[in-house]
C-alpha cells in the first residue's frame, strides 16, 4: 500500500492517506476515490451535491483536492455513495483507524486518517491536562474523556454547525448554555 505524505505507521493498519489542511497529495488522491465511488454509484456530481446538501462547486473541490470532507460527513457520503466502507472501526489490537474504505477501481482497503483544526485540538485536549474550564464543562457531563461514539457525534454537529446561518447558531448556543447551567 501506499504511504500518505510520506509517513508510515508501525502498527497494523498502515495509513493510506492522511487528509486535511495542508495535505495535498493525500487531499487529491482522497478526492479522487470519492469520485470514483460516486462515479461507480451512478451518480453525477450535481445529483450526489443536491442529495449531500452540499453545491456542485464544493462537491467538485472535494474531488480535486483542494477541500476534504470532515470526519462527521462521511456517513453521509459513504451511504449515498453505497461504499463498502467503515468508520472508527476498532481493529484486532486496539488501533481504530477514522475511515477504511475498499477502493472500487482495485478492491483494496484504503486506511485513512482525517486531520482538521478541530480535531487536533480536541485529541491534544484528550492526552494531555484540560485546562480549568474544560475539566469542569466534563465533570458536569459526568465523563473523563468523550467516548469514540460521542467525539464522532461532536464532529458531525461541527460539521453541521459550520453549515448553519448565524440565527440557527445563537439557538444553538442558547439550548447548550440552558442544558450545562
Known amino acids: ?9 508501525t502498527r497494523f493498519p498502515p495509513v493510506d492517506l492522511t487528509v486535511g489542511p495542508g495535505l495535498e497529495a493525500d487531499n487529491r488522491r482522497f478526492g479522487e476515490l470519492l469520485e470514483s465511488l460516486r462515479w461507480k454509484a451512478g451518480l453525477s456530481r450535481a445529483q450526489a451535491a443536491d442529495k449531500l446538501g452540499l453545491s456542485s462547486e ?3 473541490l472535494i474531488e480535486v483536492g483542494k477541500r476534504t ?7 453521509h457520503f459513504l451511504g449515498l455513495y453505497g461504499a463498502d466502507a467503515e468508520i472508527e472501526r476498532v481493529m484486532p489490537g486496539g488501533d481504530q483507524p477514522d475511515l477504511i474504505v475498499l477502493d472500487p477501481l482495485n478492491g483494496e482497503p ?5 486531520r482538521s483544526r478541530i480535531r487536533e485540538a480536541r485529541r491534544s485536549s484528550l492526552g494531555g491536562p484540560a485546562d480549568e474550564g474544560e475539566g469542569q464543562s466534563q465533570r458536569r457531563l459526568g465523563m473523563d474523556r468523550p467516548s469514540v461514539r460521542r467525539s464522532a457525534e461532536i464532529g458531525t454537529v461541527v460539521s453541521l454547525l459550520a453549515q448553519a446561518d448565524d440565527s440557527t447558531i445563537r439557538k444553538i448556543r442558547d439550548i447548550l448554555e440552558e442544558a450545562l447551567r
Open 1 to 9: 500500500m501506499v504511504q500518505g505524505g510520506g509517513r508510515s505507521r
Open 58 to 60: 464544493y462537491l467538485r
Open 69 to 75: 470532507p470532515a470526519l462527521g460527513q462521511m456517513q
Open 110 to 114: 484504503v486506511f485513512v486518517e482525517f
